[in-house]
């Protein structure tokens, strides 16, 4: 399994419209083949800051969706909003307690 965790830093203005399109698309990207698990974190002291987190069966799994057109689609309506470039990782899980 692979963890993928995005940061993203949005124009203080766009924070809302950000989250409508999280919204329209949770679904869809939680039910895309190989995803297994999908949460969006917002920072608590500067609220222009989302994070999502997400479980993927595989590293093809990440990439297949990656190459999509619902990525291709979100990610193009998502990058508009950006005041910062977004950061990505992409880990294993250790330990779960």
Same mark, same amino acid.
């Given at each position: 399994?692979?963890? =993928?965790?995005?940061?993203?830093?949005?124009?203080?203005? %766009?924070?809302?419209?950000?989250? %409508?399109?999280?919204?329209?698309?949770?679904?869809?990207?939680?039910?895309?083949?190989?995803?297994?698990?999908?949460?969006? *974190? =917002?920072?608590?002291?500067? @609220?222009?800051?989302?994070?999502? *987190?997400?479980?993927?069966?595989? %590293? @093809?799994?990440?990439?297949? *969706?990656?190459?999509?057109?619902?990525?291709? %689609?979100?990610?193009? /309506?998502?990058?508009?909003?950006?005041?910062?470039?977004?950061?990505?990782?992409?880990? /294993?899980?250790?330990?779960?307690?």
């Amino acid at each position: 399994m692979l963890v =993928r965790i995005v940061k993203m830093t949005f124009e203080p203005s %766009e924070t809302e419209a950000f989250q %409508e399109l999280f919204e329209r698309n949770k679904e869809k990207i939680r039910g895309f083949e190989g995803c297994n698990f999908l949460e969006l *974190y =917002r920072d608590k002291n500067r @609220d222009n800051i989302f994070f999502t *987190y997400s479980y993927w069966e595989s %590293e @093809d799994a990440l990439e297949n *969706y990656r190459h999509s057109d619902l990525f291709k %689609e979100v990610w193009s /309506d998502t990058k508009k909003m950006f005041s910062g470039k977004p950061e990505a990782w992409s880990v /294993d899980k250790v330990h779960s307690l």
